[in-house]
């Protein structure tokens, strides 16, 4: 199954923050993060593996929660340049099979 | 040179004809992945290619046929398409190891944006 992501869509003004959600219904090995702006291919961001790391680059890092099956992408000080749909994608075992989520759009404003 | 490569950009096709995608990987990448992207949709995942061999079919209609002759290069010929298969055709490829596995990132192409008349 699509892993579900939140919120849909969110507006921001320069330097604000924002998070965004992933939550599959199964298991999973590894979530990845990838951002599309629009008429572009999609970019990709950070893996997080199983055991709940957190990983960084520059003002964007990630959590993952095995248990909850949850990860979280955190955006601070957010710039025009993060402006796109975000994507997590998840691999339920050993496998390179991505299944991605449903997206968010973020925008944000100067 | 682009590490993901994808010709045609743009291409117009009727229900009747027969066409092809083709990607081309610059990246020394064992893995090659089709993606479809509807408007309104996530990606959606067709095939899967791990080492020149088929590793994944997600349920795609045979109306859409993959082929992989190497490491380098993957096609989906399409034929007889419908409406429904207007969408957005994306290209990627990555790192796996010889079971499949995968924790890389996989690099996206530009896409074919394909329209059905």
């Known amino acids: 199954q699509q892993p579900v992501q939140s919120p849909q869509a969110v507006i921001l003004r320069e330097g604000e923050d924002a998070v965004i959600n992933c939550s599959s219904s199964?298991?999973?090995?590894?979530v990845h993060w990838y951002r599309q702006k629009h008429g572009e291919a999609p970019v990709f961001l950070m893996i997080?593996?199983?055991?709940?790391e957190q990983k960084g680059h520059e003002k964007i890092s990630a959590s993952f929660n095995e248990k909850k099956q949850q990860s979280s992408l955190y955006l601070t000080a957010s710039q025009l340049s993060y402006s796109g749909t975000y994507f997590c994608?998840?691999?339920?075992?050993?496998?390179?099979?991505?299944?991605f989520g449903t997206g968010t759009l973020l925008a944000v404003q100067p | 040179e682009t590490g993901v490569t994808q010709t045609p950009r743009h291409l117009v096709m009727g229900m009747t004809n027969k066409k092809s995608l083709k990607c081309e990987q610059h990246?020394?990448?064992?893995?090659m992945y089709w993606y479809k992207q509807s408007a309104k949709k996530p990606l959606e995942l067709m095939f899967v290619?791990?080492?020149?061999?088929?590793?994944e079919n997600n349920s795609v209609p045979s109306r859409f046929s993959p082929e992989c002759p190497n490491s380098s290069h993957l096609f989906l010929h399409l034929h007889t398409l419908q409406p429904e298969d207007s969408a957005l055709y994306l290209c990627?490829?990555?790192?796996?190891?010889?079971?499949?596995?995968?924790?890389?990132?996989?690099?996206f192409g530009d896409g074919t944006r394909l329209s059905i008349l």
């Open positions: 990627a490829s990555s790192q796996a190891t010889i079971r499949g596995g995968s924790n890389q990132p996989q690099h």
């Open positions: 199964k298991a999973l090995y590894s």
């Open positions: 997080l593996l199983k055991g709940g």
């Open positions: 994608g998840v691999i339920g075992g050993a496998t390179n099979k991505l299944i």
């Open positions: 990246l020394g990448h064992n893995a």
């Open positions: 290619y791990n080492f020149k061999e088929q590793t």
